[in-house]
C-alpha cells in the first residue's frame, strides 16, 4: 500500500424466490429469549444543562468481574443458537471452500528482490515470501502460522532495507494494534537480537545506508506496555542497541493529540515529518538528517488541509493535498528553497476525486475515482498529461507499490466477482502485465453488478452497487444485504470478498451504497457526512433501504443491513432510526457510544474530525440526535440484530457494543432476538485468522438468512 493510500486510510468489507412475504417477527415468532441481567449503574452525566443515564458505565471497566460474568454468559446464550441454525452448516462449508484459492499480496521491490505475501488457500495466515526476480517461484523469509496455536498471531507489516538485505516486520498477537517490530537478515533468515514495542498504526522508513530505521513510539504505562492515551514521538533506533537508547527525533509539544510520523527521503537526506490531527487535517515538517545538528524546517503548518507526502527527488518534494482542492491535487516543493511559498501545482484537481497519487520512476501516477471506480493515469514530473493506464474492466485499482527511481510499479485490481489480481506496470510504456491471477472453484457468470444512482432525502444522488443473479426476479420479494460505511474518507470501490459469494451463492442480492462521508466524490463529499451533518450519511443509508424496497428488489422483511467499525455505527443509527425498515440488523465492532467514544485513547479522540465532541455545545446536540446508544426507546420493536465483537479490540473498545447489546435486550418490544457474539483472542479484524473468520461469517450470515426466511441452497 502507498504513503497516499495509507495516510488516507487512516482519516481512519437465492436462486430462490420466496412466494410470500415471510416477516422477521414470524421467522422469530417462538424464539423468546431470557437474557443475561447486565450490570447497571446510576451514572448521569450533564451536557450543557441536558442529563444523559448511563445505566451501563460499569462495561467501561473491561477487566471486571462483572464485565466478564456477562460477556461469558451472553456467548453461552448466543453460541448454540446460532449454531442451531440450519443454515449454518452450508454457510459454513462453502465458507471454507470458497476461501482455499491462492492468493497474493502486492510486492515490495528492493534492492533488485521482490518481498510479497502469499496463501496456498488452507493456510489461516498468509505467509512472506522473497524473491529473487519477478517471475520465480521465490521462498518462504516467514510464516506466521508457525507462531501460535490458534493462528492468532499475524504478520502486520513489512518494510524490507533500501538494499533488499535485510528486513523489518511487525507481528500482531491476538487482534491487537499494537505490534512488535522485528529484524531479519533475508539471505539466512536469521533474526537479529533487536525487537521494537509500544508501537502501532503509523509507518516505519528505513535510513538510507540500512543501520537503523525512524519509528513513532508512544510513551510507556507503568507495566511497560505502551499508553495510547499519550502521544507518541519519533526516534531513531540503530540496530545492535537497545530501545531504551534511541534517540528522541521529533515530539510535538504544542498540541495534545497530534501524532508524528516520518518518511525518508530516498536520497536519505531528509526526514519528512507527517502530523497527523485529524481525518481533514495534517501537518509537515522537515529535518535535516544529513548532520549531526539538523535543523527542522516548517513547511505546511496552517493544519487548514490533508498534506500526504508522496516521494522525492534531487530537486522536489512531492505531496497531494486538499488545500484549495476538494479533489486534491498534487504538489512538488522545491528542495533547494522548502516552504508553502515554493509549492507548485503539477497535477491540478479534477472533475473527479484524486483516490490516491505516486512517484514511479520519472512519472506521476494517479488514481481518480470515477463513479466509484478506478481509473488510472501518468503524468510527467512537470504535470503534462501521458495518458490513460489500461485496466482489465471496472472495478478497484489500488495498493500501488511505486519507487521513484524505478518504472516497475505493482498493484492490485478487483472487483465484485473476481479475485484480486495483482499486475505489474511498466510506468514508462504504460504497459500492464499479469504477475499473479488467482482462480477460485466457483461460476461467477450467473451474477452481474450494476450500478445504480438514487435521491437520497435532501436530493443528494448517491450511487449504489448490486450484484445479484443474471435471471432475478424483480417481484419485490429477494433477500437483500446493504452495506455501507460513510466516514474517514474512505471510498467503498468493488472488492471480491469470499463471504459476498458465499451470500449470492445462498440465493441472496448484494448492495453497496457509496454514502457520503466517504471519499468517493472528493473532500466535499466527505466532509458532507461528518460532525454536524453527520446524519446525511445515515438518510444516504435509509435513502438506499427505500430505492430497493420501492425498485422492487426486496421488502422491509427480506432486507438485512451490515456494516463494521464506522459502518457499525451506521447500521446501529439507522436500526434505531427507523426499525421498521429493516429485516435484520448486523452491526460489527461498531462506535456505538458517541458521547464517550473520545475517552477510550488519543486515537480514538482524532476520531472528532469525522464525529465531533461531546464536549462542544453544538457538537453534542448533534452526536445526542443519533449516538445508537443513547437513542435506544423502550417497547419499539427492533429487528432481529446480531452484534458482534471482540474482547481484545483496542481500535474500537468493545464496550460499545455491550452497552448497545443491553441497551436493545432491555428495550426489545418483540420476539426478535437480539444476541451479541464477542470474539475471543481477536481485535478489530486485522490479522483475523481464516478460521475465526469463517466462523464469524457463518454466523453473521446464517443468522440474517433466518430472519429473512432463506433456506439452506
Known amino acids: 500500500m502507498t504513503r497516499s493510500q495509507t495516510a488516507r486510510l487512516r482519516r481512519a468489507t437465492i436462486a430462490l424466490a420466496i412466494g410470500t412475504a415471510v416477516t422477521a417477527a414470524g421467522a422469530f415468532a417462538a424464539a423468546k429469549l431470557r437474557y443475561p441481567a447486565a450490570p447497571r449503574s446510576a451514572v448521569v452525566d450533564d451536557y450543557f444543562g441536558t442529563r444523559v443515564a448511563d445505566p451501563y458505565r460499569g462495561f467501561e471497566a473491561l477487566g471486571s468481574p462483572a464485565t466478564k460474568k456477562w460477556v461469558s454468559a451472553e456467548n453461552a446464550l448466543a453460541q448454540p443458537w446460532l449454531e442451531a441454525i440450519p443454515q449454518r452448516a452450508w454457510v459454513k462449508e462453502r465458507l471454507t471452500k470458497l476461501w482455499n484459492y491462492e492468493r497474493f499480496g502486492v510486492p515490495k521491490k528492493a534492492g533488485g528482490r521482490y518481498f510479497y505475501t502469499r496463501n496456498d488457500g488452507t493456510q489461516n495466515q498468509s505467509v512472506l515470501y522473497v524473491a529473487d526476480s519477478a517471475d520465480s517461484a521465490g521462498r518462504v523469509l516467514f510464516d506466521p502460522n508457525a507462531a501460535s496455536k490458534d493462528a492468532t498471531v499475524a504478520l502486520a507489516r513489512f518494510e524490507p532495507s533500501h538494499d533488499g538485505k535485510l528486513l523489518a516486520y511487525s507481528l500482531s498477537d491476538g487482534g491487537t494494534d499494537w505490534e512488535i517490530w522485528r529484524f531479519r537478515r533475508v539471505d539466512d533468515g536469521t533474526d537479529l537480537p533487536d525487537e521494537l514495542r509500544r508501537v502501532k498504526l503509523w509507518q516505519m522508513s528505513w535510513d538510507a545506508d540500512g543501520s537503523g530505521v525512524y519509528y513513532s513510539r508512544y510513551p510507556a504505562r507503568a507495566d511497560g506496555h505502551g499508553d495510547d492515551a499519550g502521544r507518541p514521538a519519533i526516534y531513531f533506533h540503530r540496530l545492535g542497541e537497545p530501545q531504551e537508547r534511541d534517540a528522541l527525533v521529533y515530539a510535538v509539544t504544542d498540541h495534545p493529540t497530534r501524532a508524528p510520523s516520518a518518511d525518508v527521503t530516498d536520497d536519505g537526506k531528509l526526514l519528512v515529518i507527517s502530523i497527523y490531527e485529524d481525518t481533514r487535517r495534517d501537518g509537515v515538517v522537515l529535518k535535516d538528517i544529513s548532520r549531526p545538528d539538523g535543523q527542522v524546517t516548517k513547511l505546511f503548518t496552517a493544519f487548514d488541509a490533508n498534506y500526504v507526502y508522496l516521494g522525492s527527488d534531487a530537486a522536489a518534494l512531492y505531496f497531494t493535498t486538499t488545500a484549495g482542492a476538494p479533489n486534491w491535487r498534487v504538489l512538488a516543493v522545491d528542495r533547494a528553497a522548502p516552504g508553502a511559498a515554493s ?47 489500461p485496466l482489465p474492466g471496472s472495478g478497484s485499482a489500488g495498493n500501488f507499490e511505486a519507487k ?15 479475485p484480486t489480481r495483482i499486475l505489474r506496470l511498466d510506468a514508462a510504456t504504460s504497459e500492464v502485465s499479469a504477475f499473479r491471477t488467482p482462480k477460485i472453484d466457483a461460476d461467477t457468470s450467473r451474477f452481474v453488478t450494476d450500478q445504480v444512482f438514487y435521491t437520497s432525502k435532501d436530493g443528494t444522488r448517491v450511487p449504489m452497487s448490486i450484484t445479484h443473479r443474471r435471471d432475478m426476479p424483480r417481484d419485490g420479494n429477494q433477500p437483500v444485504l446493504l452495506y455501507g460505511y460513510g466516514g ?6 468493488p472488492v471480491f470478498r469470499p463471504t459476498v459469494l458465499a451470500w449470492l451463492e445462498m440465493g441472496g442480492v448484494y448492495a453497496e451504497a457509496n454514502l457520503r462521508g466517504g471519499g468517493e466524490f472528493g473532500e466535499a463529499w466527505h466532509d458532507a457526512g461528518t460532525v454536524l451533518q453527520k446524519q446525511n450519511v445515515f438518510d444516504d443509508f435509509i435513502a438506499a433501504a427505500e430505492y430497493l424496497i420501492r425498485e422492487k428488489y426486496t421488502q422491509p422483511a427480506r432486507l438485512a443491513i451490515n456494516g463494521r467499525s464506522n459502518g457499525g455505527l451506521l447500521v446501529g443509527a439507522v436500526m434505531v432510526q427507523r426499525p421498521e425498515l429493516f429485516g435484520a440488523a448486523l452491526p460489527g465492532v461498531g462506535v456505538l457510544d458517541m458521547l464517550r467514544y473520545q475517552l477510550a485513547s488519543a486515537n480514538a479522540r482524532q476520531w472528532s474530525g469525522d464525529y465531533g465532541l461531546s464536549e462542544k455545545a453544538d457538537e453534542f446536540k448533534a452526536l445526542y440526535a443519533y449516538s445508537p446508544v443513547q437513542n435506544v426507546k423502550k417497547g419499539v420493536c427492533y429487528p432481529p440484530t446480531l452484534v458482534t465483537t471482540a474482547d481484545r479490540d483496542d481500535r474500537v473498545v468493545p464496550w460499545h457494543s455491550y452497552k448497545f447489546a443491553a441497551a436493545l435486550q432491555a428495550a426489545q418490544g418483540c420476539a426478535n432476538p437480539v444476541l451479541i457474539r464477542i470474539e475471543t483472542r481477536a481485535g478489530h479484524g486485522a490479522g483475523k485468522p481464516v478460521w475465526m473468520q469463517i466462523e464469524d461469517f457463518a454466523d453473521q450470515w446464517a443468522f440474517a438468512a433466518k430472519a429473512l426466511g432463506m433456506p439452506a441452497p
Not at 494517479?366 to 501521458?386: M, Q, T
Not at 527511481?405 to 473476481?418: C, G, I, K, Q
Open 404 to 418: 521513484g527511481d524505478d518504472n516497475e510499479v505493482f498493484f492490485a485490481f478487483s472487483d465484485y466477482l473476481a
Open 343 to 389: 509549492a507548485r501545482t503539477i497535477v491540478p484537481q479534477a472533475a473527479v476525486a484524486i483516490d490516491s497519487a505516486d512517484i514511479a520512476g520519472d512519472r506521476v501516477l494517479v488514481s481518480y475515482i470515477e463513479n466509484a471506480r478506478n481509473v488510472v493515469k501518468l503524468f510527467a514530473r512537470d504535470g503534462k498529461p501521458l495518458g490513460e493506464v
Open 488 to 493: 474517514f474518507n474512505i471510498s467503498l470501490t
